[in-house]
Structures are given as structure tokens and as C-alpha cells.
């Protein structure tokens, strides 16, 4: 049994976390919850004076390679990484070799899943075969399996009419139909945002349009078939605007923000920083606030890392050739506190609504609460300590991030899973 | 002539300070009398190693630094890549490490991915100079166009030029656009809508036609090249079309005597395109001026830079 004591206990509820003390048995259930729980016998103390107890994250957006990318990531590697930044729970994306999308391989992923990890690790499927846009992939094994959601990854769904045929046969099952809104025909072989930065750098630039349009099909074909749709990894004030005014139409939407897209904008790929070569790439100062604003107005539903870990070496390439993504799941409690909630832009309560509770809800399923009776998932939040992140410090295999050598607010002690 | 502090590389012109490039242009010009003699080596690099590194095909930028260099009696190195030789994904850092193992004291680099020299600068004790990078950069194009220009207009500030043709993807726009602007040059651009993007440099003013260009009264026209190699994605319905309403012909030059207005051209030019036969005979044509002058800065820019080999 351990015992937390003198923390402060956050929620979604609450924009000022609560003083209280938090029971932890062996089996990993929390036996009381209170504002002093004595000494109990046979008990550990873990001392959170000047801490908070924060309810474990859920990250919808994670790429863990395996298999077939194994030395990237594996799901291992993936699940150490996010318990050190504090997630308990993720939604694994397909784009795996093989690409997941059959019931079988739902079924054979889960199995492995259970064998490495400690936390909830939940599985998608492809929206189509081989996540090739042509024909749909087996949605009813993959839903009998449990796979949560289904999606072709950074694999824009070419035909709207094959779209429109997955929405309304993912009706039948209650599954989510997840897109990364992106026109490939505008997009090509851009690198980074087009503006004033793609031609100083000489770049092939990726247009705001490229997402904006994408979005707004994918939302238009979700109204007009009634299905549920999750959009990944919004980027531009455009797409913020069109995703308000579907969901005033009553259209059946959620979507997510990146951290990166949250806090850093295109001049921060400065040098060739292939740390900060993204899919969507990183937009202006004008879309950043407007998403912080979606944030906080609510029309955007949760924040996901798209944890997409490469090797150093293979971004230690020229920037068009590198590929894109950065690893998420260790920085982004640690970047959001730093830069949002220690600075007083939002608080707690909706950090932990939208990277905790609504990513849990969109995938239905029930939000982590500390309370007693529920099983322990939170993490120990140090508010005035401060984390380097190194390579030391990163587990994830992938020591690429926009904010490696970077120092930031607040300190992650322990994750309790 | 001033001592400055020596750089190892040079890989754009916006990091180039106004004295770095005052130095440059002070170098050239005694470089480019030494052609008028009949012994034209200096001794500047001898024992020293250039590596004229391509993986674009360049016969103009590549043979221009090797005659550079071994003008100043540097032993020449070329290696042409050829792109398609060059499977994607290849390591560029393997490649540095050979480049390194090599011994080289300068790199001289064409690649066509931008930031690729940087990238070797990074890497490699040699020097390295960026011979043109994807649509980045090509600063001796630039430092050579600016000497170009300031031979005939002394008084070069506040002279106005027009940069005409594919401002999207061209190297040469950029950095020569940045080193005009450097010195105090206004620079207008010419070209159709899907080639001159909005995210252009700010001082890049858009002129909307030739009556335009003429009204605003340049003292030097600058055709780009037409990449006729690079149709990935249409941007033009035509080559007639685009020598019809950005071409120069024998009316344009007629306008262009008018206002006394030089005609530069980084080449090599595809005739009938961006220029008519009957407008290369133009007299005040500077094409040539500009081949020559691309030795004489290449040898000053090599002069300039130090590599860290030096310290061996």
C-alpha cells in the first residue's frame, strides 16, 4: 500500500486543484481518498507536499511501429515513454507493417500489447485495405476485436465516394472514422508551411488549403451521413473556424490539436531543424492563437501528441528528405504546463479535459478519476521543479523532439499505473 | 585592402555582412585584371585541395569554380553525382564522412535539396561553398551579378532592377534579390501569377506587366532561366505563351535602349524563351560580363574563406 500524501488533487472539475491524500492498495485501487488520511499500517508515504495529483492522460494520436518499424519504436519502448510523461492510456495508430486492417490483426496486436504493456493500450484499424484508398478494410472483425477507431493514418482517403461508403458503413458498427486532413495534390512534396518561411529556406511549401479542404470534405460527408468523425492534428485558424461552424450545423465532429501546433509556429524550423519538420507543418503565430482559442472555446476536443518516433539518423537527413514527426508522449504534459498553465492562459481543469477525460469519451470510454474504489491512474506533478529534456531523460526510443536541450517548468515525479 | 574576420563557409547571402561583402568585391576586381596578362595563376592555394562536389548537373557554375581555383594553383577535384544514381534515402552523412576522409580544404557543393550545404558545413573541417542549393540559395551568383552590376553603375544605390521569370523556384531570385537589396538596390519582379508567390520577400516589388516594368524605369532587366526540365507542375500553358508576355524581343529591347536599361541573364539562355536571337545582340547585354565576373568572385570568395584544415 502506498500512501500520497499532502498533494493536491486536480481534476476536470475543478480550476483549483483540492488538498487531499490518496490511498493506493497492492492491487492498484485506490482505497481512500481524503483531505488527511492518518498514518496507515504497512502503508509507504510518498510525500506530494507542494505537489499535484493529476489524473493519468490519454493520448488519441500515438505511433508505436511495431511491428515492422521496431527500430524506432516498439510497443514497449512506447508504453515506458508514455508513463514517464504521464499517459496511461493511447489510441495506436495503424500505419504499421503490416497495416492493421483485419480483425486478426486487431486481435494479434492486443495479444502483444498485453504481453509488454502496463497501461491501456487501445488498437484503431484501417479504413481501407492496406490503407491504400481503395477498397474498405474488414470493418466488422476489426470491431468485434475492439478496435476503437478506424483510420488511414496520414493516408487521405483519395475518393469521396469511398469515403462516404466507410462513413456509412462504420455507422453500423458505432465506430469512428478518424481523419488527418491533407489534399495530396496540394501538398506534394512540401516540407513546410508555404509563406514567407518555405521561400526564404527554398522549400517546397504544404499550403494552409491542403488541410482546410481536406477537413472540409471529411466534415460535409460526416453530415451528410450522419457518422461520428474525429479530426487529427488541426492546424490553421481556417480549419478552427469551418470545424465551429460543422458542429453548430450539428454535424457529428470531434478533433484534436498537437502541443507543437499549440506553441510553435514555422519560424521555429529556423535552420533546417528537422526537429521540427511535422505533418501538418507548423503554421503561423495568427493560427496558434486561434487553436489556443478553439482550446479554450471548445471547439477543439482534445490535444494529441501524433508521438511518430524516428530515429536520429533518419532525420539527420536534408530537411525535404527527412521524414516527418517528432516523438510527443514524454514533452507534452511538461510543454503544455510551461507554456499555458504555469503562465495562467488555462488552467488544470481543462488540460485534463482535454488531454485526459474527452480523448477517454471520444473513444467511449469512461474517464480516469481519482476517487476511491477507481483503479490508480495519475501521475505526481511537481509544479516548481523544472525537467532538462535530454536524451538521458527521454525512454522513448526516439530522442527527436522540438524540445530536446530545452528546459521546462515542472517536474513529472512519478506516474502511479 | 581591410583584413576581416575569416568565415569557414559560405552558404547564403543573408548571413553575409555589408563589410564581409565589401571585402569580396575588393578581391575580385585585382583578380579579374590578373585575366588580362598572360599568366593568369596566382599562387594563393597552391597545395591545397577544392572538391567541386555536383549532384545537379552544372557544366557553367561547375567549370567556372575549377578554372577559380586553379587559377589560384589549387589541385581540382570534380565529382558529379548523377541524381539519379543516388537512391532516396542514401545517407548524406556517410557521404560527408567520405568527403572528410578525403582531406579536401574546400567543398564546393551543388545539391538539390536546400540546406544540403549547410548540412556538409556542419560535418566537415573543409570549407564549403554553396554552389547552389534547391531554391535556397547561390550567393557567388549573386556576389557575381552585383559586381556586374555596380562595374557599369558606380553610383549602384537606389538603382532600380527587374528580376523576370520563375521568382517561386529559383535560387538565383533569391539570392541575388537579397544581395541587391543589401546594397541599397530596389528590386521589382516580373513573372505570372503562379510564380510569384506571396510569401516572396517583402522588398520584392510585383509589377503586373511590361508597361508596368517600363514605367517603372529599371536600370537593368533580369531574365531568369525557364527550367524547361522542370514541368512537375504547370504553371504556364506554354512556352509561347510565356515568351509572348515575359520574353524579350526586339519591341521590349527598343523600350529597353530607350531608357538605357542593361539585360542581365544568369544562363545558360534558351533562345526564343527568354530571349530572342535578335535581342542577344543587344549592346548593352552584360551576359558575358557576368561569366567573367563569376571567376573573379569565386576566386575571392575561396581566397576569403579559411577552413579548420588550416589548423593541421
Not at chain 1, 128 to 142: D, H, N, P, V
Not at chain 2, 74 to 92: H, I, P, R
Not at chain 2, 199 to 219: C, I, N, Q, T
Request: charged residues 25%; hydrophobic residues 35%; proline residues 5%.
Amino acid at each position: 500500500m502506498r500512501l500520497f500524501k499532502n498533494g493536491s488533487i486536480a481534476s476536470e472539475d475543478s480550476p483549483e486543484p483540492k488538498q487531499g491524500d490518496v490511498l493506493v492498495d497492492e492491487n492498484g485501487i485506490i482505497q481512500q481518498v481524503g483531505e488527511t488520511i492518518k498514518g496507515v499500517e504497512g502503508a509507504r508515504t510518498v510525500d506530494c507536499n507542494g505537489c499535484l495529483l493529476v489524473p493519468g492522460m490519454f493520448d488519441l494520436n500515438v505511433h508505436s511501429r511495431e511491428p515492422g518499424f521496431e527500430h524506432k519504436e516498439t510497443l514497449a519502448t512506447c508504453a515506458e515513454a508514455a508513463i514517464h510523461g504521464g499517459v496511461t492510456g493511447l489510441v495506436l495508430m495503424p500505419d504499421t507493417a503490416p497495416p492493421v486492417d483485419s480483425g486478426n490483426l486487431v486481435k494479434s496486436l492486443q495479444d502483444l500489447v498485453s504481453e509488454v504493456s502496463p497501461i491501456s493500450i487501445y488498437v484503431s484499424g484501417c479504413l481501407t485495405k492496406q490503407r491504400r484508398g481503395e477498397e474498405l478494410a474488414g470493418f466488422s472483425g476489426m470491431a468485434s476485436q475492439g478496435a476503437v477507431m478506424l483510420t488511414d493514418a496520414d493516408h487521405e482517403i483519395p475518393c469521396p465516394d469511398l469515403l462516404r461508403r466507410c462513413m456509412e458503413y462504420a455507422k453500423d458498427f458505432d465506430l469512428l472514422v478518424t481523419t488527418h486532413g491533407d489534399t495530396p495534390a496540394l501538398t506534394k512534396v512540401g516540407a513546410v508551411n508555404e509563406g514567407a518561411v518555405s521561400y526564404r529556406l527554398g522549400l517546397p511549401g504544404i499550403p494552409a488549403i491542403s488541410q482546410e479542404i481536406a477537413l472540409d470534405r471529411d466534415m460535409r460527408v460526416a453530415q451528410h451521413t450522419g457518422a461520428r468523425l474525429h479530426l487529427q492534428q488541426i492546424s490553421t485558424a481556417n480549419g478552427v473556424k469551418s470545424i465551429a461552424s460543422a458542429k453548430e450545423n450539428g454535424t457529428n465532429v470531434t478533433c484534436e490539436v498537437s502541443p507543437y501546433h499549440l506553441l510553435l509556429t514555422e519560424e521555429d524550423v529556423e535552420d533546417y531543424n528537422t526537429h521540427f519538420k511535422l505533418n501538418p507543418p507548423l503554421r503561423r503565430q495568427s493560427d496558434c492563437d486561434a487553436l489556443v482559442q478553439g482550446l479554450i472555446d471548445g471547439t477543439i476536443d482534445a490535444i494529441a501528441s501524433n508521438h511518430a518516433p524516428h530515429t536520429e539518423f533518419e532525420k539527420s537527413s536534408d530537411f525535404a528528405s527527412a521524414p516527418f514527426g517528432v516523438s510527443g508522449l514524454e514533452t507534452t504534459v511538461l510543454a503544455i504546463f510551461d507554456q499555458f498553465i504555469s503562465r495562467g492562459v488555462f488552467g488544470w481543469d481543462l488540460f485534463i479535459r482535454k488531454y485526459s477525460a474527452d480523448p477517454r469519451r471520444i473513444v467511449k470510454l469512461e474517464p480516469v478519476k481519482i476517487a476511491t474504489g477507481e483503479k490508480a491512474q495519475f501521475f505526481v506533478f511537481d509544479p516548481n521543479a523544472t525537467t532538462t529534456i535530454s536524451r538521458d531523460y527521454l525512454k522513448t526510443k526516439s530522442p527527436v523532439s522540438p524540445f530536446l536541450g530545452k528546459t521546462l517548468k515542472g517536474e513529472i515525479r512519478e506516474t502511479v499505473v | 585592402m581591410s583584413e576581416l574576420t575569416p568565415r569557414k563557409d559560405l552558404l547564403d547571402i543573408a548571413s553575409l555582412s555589408l563589410e564581409e561583402i565589401e571585402y569580396i568585391f575588393e578581391n575580385a576586381a585585382p583578380f579579374k585584371q590578373l585575366f588580362q596578362r598572360s599568366v593568369k595563376k596566382v599562387p594563393t592555394l597552391r597545395g591545397k585541395t577544392v572538391l567541386n562536389l555536383f549532384y545537379e548537373p552544372s557544366t557553367r557554375t561547375s567549370s567556372s569554380f575549377e578554372v577559380a581555383a586553379s587559377r589560384m594553383s589549387a589541385d581540382v577535384t570534380n565529382f558529379t553525382v548523377s541524381s539519379s544514381s543516388v537512391v532516396k534515402g542514401e545517407s548524406l552523412l556517410d557521404t560527408i564522412e567520405t568527403l572528410q576522409a578525403m582531406r579536401s580544404d574546400y567543398i564546393v557543393i551543388r545539391h538539390k535539396a536546400a540546406g544540403v550545404p549547410g548540412l556538409v558545413a556542419k560535418h566537415t573541417r573543409a570549407s564549403v561553398v554553396n554552389a547552389g542549393d534547391g531554391y535556397h540559395a547561390h550567393p557567388t551568383q549573386a556576389l557575381l551579378d552585383s559586381m556586374t552590376l555596380r562595374e557599369v553603375y558606380p553610383d549602384y544605390e537606389g538603382r532600380k532592377v527587374v528580376i523576370v521569370g520563375d521568382i517561386l523556384h529559383s535560387r538565383v531570385a533569391r539570392s541575388t534579390a537579397t544581395l541587391f537589396n543589401k546594397l541599397g538596390i530596389e528590386v521589382g519582379v516580373l513573372g505570372p501569377g503562379s510564380l510569384v508567390p506571396e510569401g516572396r520577400h517583402d522588398f520584392m516589388k510585383r509589377l503586373d506587366s511590361w508597361e508596368d516594368v517600363f514605367d517603372w524605369g529599371p536600370d537593368a532587366v533580369y531574365l531568369l532561366r525557364v527550367q524547361l526540365e522542370r514541368q512537375e507542375g504547370q504553371f504556364f500553358p506554354s512556352i509561347a505563351e510565356y515568351h509572348k508576355m515575359y520574353g524579350m524581343h526586339s519591341e521590349r529591347i527598343e523600350r529597353m535602349r530607350q531608357l538605357g536599361a542593361y539585360l542581365m541573364h544568369p544562363g545558360p539562355v534558351n533562345r526564343g524563351v527568354e530571349i530572342t536571337d535578335e535581342a542577344m545582340g543587344y549592346e548593352k547585354s552584360l551576359i558575358n560580363t557576368q561569366v567573367e565576373n563569376g571567376i573573379a568572385v569565386r576566386m575571392a570568395v575561396l581566397h576569403w574563406l579559411k577552413p579548420e584544415t588550416d589548423k593541421d
